[in-house]
Each structure stands twice: as structure tokens, then as C-alpha cells.
């Protein structure tokens, strides 16, 4: 998971915010996290990952990913999408959310986060669903701050644009996330949505 170049902090912080409902409630006697487990199968030319965060989602078998175990890690896969950067991707990321939280409540309170970012637009939002549950998608774009290496001195700001699909189930909050530089949003768009349509909840 070297240079998995997430939004600084989406980085993860904001871009999937998280409204963890643990955040600031861990202390050195806290147990460790029991490992999230994940399994690749690879069907035809494509891979399907399977993570017992509650999801699966599929991807041609020929693109990179990074993906990770850890439990205190949101993000579960992470899809690159282009060859010459590792801005332009997909990423599935989880949290625990309240027990009455829906998905728009989920994607209101990410929003909320992401709209403080300069330059910040709103191109669209809709409601759609994933394996029966309403969920809710967001177009944004904004300026943020990008890792772009391994460094933390490589984080610069860079503008974005980015495609978010926000659902909730069983007291976790999932959100499918496209992001890419605007100049290669529409280049990958049809990649990226044939991936985020594959989610399915487990």
C-alpha cells in the first residue's frame, strides 16, 4: 500500500470523511482491531475482490490495485485506473456509522466536509440504489491536497474532480469513490462507473 495516493488524510479525513463513531475513543488498552480479510478471484478478464467489510466489487484484471487488512484503515481497495499517475482511481472505503444514520444522512455529513475545500462545486447528485438499499451519488470538484509520492513533503495541492456513491448497511457506512485530475475525468468515467456499478453489498 506504498503511495497509495489518497487525498491526504482522502486523505481520507474529508474526501470519505470519516464520522467514525470511535474517533478519539481509543486508548493504549484498547484491543487491536481484528484483521479485515479479503479474497481475489480472477473470472474471465476480470478480478473479483471480496472483503468481509460486507462488500464485493470487480475490476479488469489487468489494472493495479492496492488493498490492506488492517481494520483501523478505511479504504479497502484502491483501483488504479491510469498508467502514467496514481491520482486517477477507484476506492471503496468503510466505517461504522450510527445505527439510525441513512445513506443521504451518510453522504450529507461527508459533503459537509468536502465543501470547505477551495474551488469547491457541486455538479450533481442523485438517489440510486445498490442490493436494495437507497443510496445516494455526488459529482464534485475542488482543489486538495494530493500525495503524490511515498513523502509526505510530496503532498500538493491539485484540483480534482470526483464521483462518490454513498450507501449504508448494517451499522456501516460504504463509499465508492472515483477521483481523477478534470482533464482525465471523462477518459476514464466509463472504467470507472463499469466498477462502481460491480459493488454489490454482502
Known amino acids: 500500500m506504498n503511495n497509495r495516493n489518497l487525498i491526504t488524510a482522502l486523505a481520507i479525513a474529508a474526501l470519505i470523511t470519516v464520522a467514525v463513531t470511535t474517533a478519539g475513543c481509543t486508548t493504549n488498552t484498547s484491543p487491536t482491531a481484528t484483521p ?13 475482490f471480496s472483503s468481509a467489510a460486507g462488500f464485493n466489487i470487480t475490476y479488469p484484471k ?21 498508467t502514467n499517475n496514481t491520482v486517477d482511481a477507484v476506492n471503496v472505503a468503510t466505517e461504522p ?10 453522504a450529507s455529513y461527508n459533503i459537509g466536509k468536502v465543501n470547505d475545500y477551495p474551488n469547491y462545486k457541486l455538479l450533481a447528485n442523485n438517489t440510486t440504489e445498490i442490493s436494495g438499499k437507497t443510496s445516494y451519488t455526488v459529482v464534485w470538484q475542488a482543489t486538495v491536497p494530493v500525495q503524490t ?10 484540483t480534482l474532480e470526483v464521483m462518490q456513491t454513498y450507501v449504508v448497511n448494517n451499522n ?12 482525465d475525468y471523462n477518459t476514464y468515467l466509463g472504467l470507472a462507473q463499469g466498477i462502481m456499478s460491480s459493488f454489490a453489498l454482502t
Open 97 to 106: 456509522v450510527d445505527p439510525n444514520a441513512t445513506s443521504l444522512d451518510y
Open 172 to 183: 456501516n457506512g460504504y463509499v465508492v469513490t472515483y477521483k481523477a485530475i478534470p482533464s
Open 36 to 48: 479485515i480479510a479479503s479474497t481475489e478471484t480472477t473470472i474471465g478478464n476480470n478480478t473479483v
Open 62 to 82: 489487468t489494472l493495479k490495485i492496492d488493498s490492506t487488512t488492517n481494520a483501523s484503515v478505511q479504504v479497502r481497495i484502491y483501483v488504479y485506473l491510469a
Open 149 to 158: 509520492g511515498t513523502a509526505a513533503s510530496t503532498v500538493q495541492n491539485q
